[in-house]
């Protein structure tokens, strides 16, 4: 097959998307594990699966730590399963920038769905991305796309002003809060409001829920005019309550969105998005592989030189290499 510059174009891949697409969790596995790689050698979906590229709707769930994600998630993939579509979770675990070393447990905590072969969880660190999003999700959701998966679901470690990438990739943001988490939410609050399309209170069998309601409501009114609201949905996620709520505010505003044509316009945004990184890594790779570029990056890392300059340098250098 052909693929990308850089990309593999050996039959392996070819294969393991011919078996995926026909169920195999292994070669699933496996492609999306050479995405993760990071050898700078991207995974290339075969011609004839492109066309399925853009069909998934992607959910991305955000919000503090404790907040009940995990469980949350869980329960709406049961939700989604019942109307008989396959459901696939990338599950963003924090990752320490220095040791490299991530929980990802997200698999253990959704272990009720791990017999289901319509169902396919994968925990992803984020290698130390500010944005919280690990850089290989967008080739997992082409990977997934192209093997048939219609709905992908993507929990977050966080929400902040850091934390918030998953709105640029997701159709839907659900943000999830609990009682009592009034001083959060007004820290969070101008990230909160740009990216909800929905809240959540989890864990509202608790007392605070009124209070935290009336808080988001009231942001709700001070904010900037929407044409959609973002509805505020109380669940219990350790026993299920609320979850057909939850999963109906979803279908409403993927609805909205669909007639608004915004869908398309962000899914257009998002593809664009995981080109110009994926451009700025090659870029980078290839300029750091020319003679004399470890001399300079040491000259960078012990601030003798201004980077800046050293950058301009390397590439200028780097579009006269042949």
């Known amino acids: 097959m052909t693929g990308a510059v850089g990309a593999r174009t050996s039959s392996t891949d070819g294969e393991l998307f011919e078996r995926a697409a026909h169920g195999s969790r292994a070669a699933l596995a496996r492609l999306i594990s050479r995405a993760e790689s990071g050898n700078g050698s991207p995974v290339a ?89 690990s850089r290989v999700v967008p080739q997992a959701l082409r990977i997934l796309e192209a093997v048939g998966f219609t709905v992908v679901v993507i929990e977050t470690v966080g929400v902040g002003q850091v934390e918030i990438e998953v709105a640029s990739t997701a159709d839907t943001t659900v943000v999830v809060v609990n009682p009592g988490w009034g001083d959060s939410v007004q820290a969070n609050k101008a990230g909160l ?30 904010g900037a005019d929407r044409l959609w609201r973002p509805p505020i949905v109380e669940t219990v996620a350790s026993s299920g309550g609320g979850i057909a709520d939850l999963y109906q ?53 012990s601030d003798r030189v201004d980077p800046a300059r050293v950058a301009q340098e390397l590439g200028d250098r780097l579009l006269s290499h042949r």
């Open 193 to 222: 409001m740009e990216i909800a399309d929905v809240f959540v209170i989890n864990k509202a069998d608790r007392d605070g829920v009124r209070e935290t309601k009336r808080d988001l409501a009231s942001m709700l009114d001070l």
């Open 249 to 301: 505010a979803l279908q409403d505003h993927r609805s909205f969105v669909e007639r608004s044509e915004e869908a398309e316009a962000k899914r257009r945004r998002r593809r664009r998005r995981e080109f110009e990184e994926s451009l700025s890594r090659y870029l980078v790779e290839r300029a750091l592989a020319l003679p004399g570029a470890e001399e300079l990056l040491e000259r960078v890392e």
């Open 45 to 133: 979906v075969p011609p004839e699966l492109l066309e399925r590229q853009g069909r998934a709707y992607v959910i991305g769930l955000t919000g503090p730590p404790g907040a009940g994600k995990s469980t949350l998630t869980d329960r709406l993939v049961g939700e989604i399963r019942k109307t008989g579509l396959d459901v696939a979770v990338l599950a963003i675990d924090p990752t320490s920038p220095y040791s490299g070393g991530a929980i990802l447990g997200d698999r253990v905590r959704m272990g009720s769905h791990a017999l289901d072969p319509h169902v396919y969880i994968r925990s992803l660190a984020t290698r130390g991305q500010l944005g919280g999003l």
